[in-house]
């Protein structure tokens, strides 16, 4: 029984020390490229969203002078 708790333990702590290795390996963003990158994506979904604006306004436009 208590071979079975030390492998537990031991595979935690294996578990721990690997997650702790993986961690070291992430290449976290500088700010100057966090900040462009989050630029990018408000532009991108503002211009996305007046997109759909339009052309949802031109589809509204089309059918009510149709009828």
């Not at 966090?34 to 759909?52: D, M």
Request: net charge positive.
């Amino acid at each position: 029984m208590s071979e079975k708790k030390e492998t537990q333990q031991a595979v935690k702590r294996s578990w721990f020390q690997n997650l702790k290795a993986e961690f070291g390996k992430i290449t976290w963003p500088t700010k100057k490229r966090l900040f462009r990158e989050t630029v990018a994506v408000v532009f991108s979904a503002v211009l996305i969203g007046a997109v759909i604006f339009l052309v949802d306004w031109a589809v509204k436009y089309g059918l009510h002078f149709i009828w």
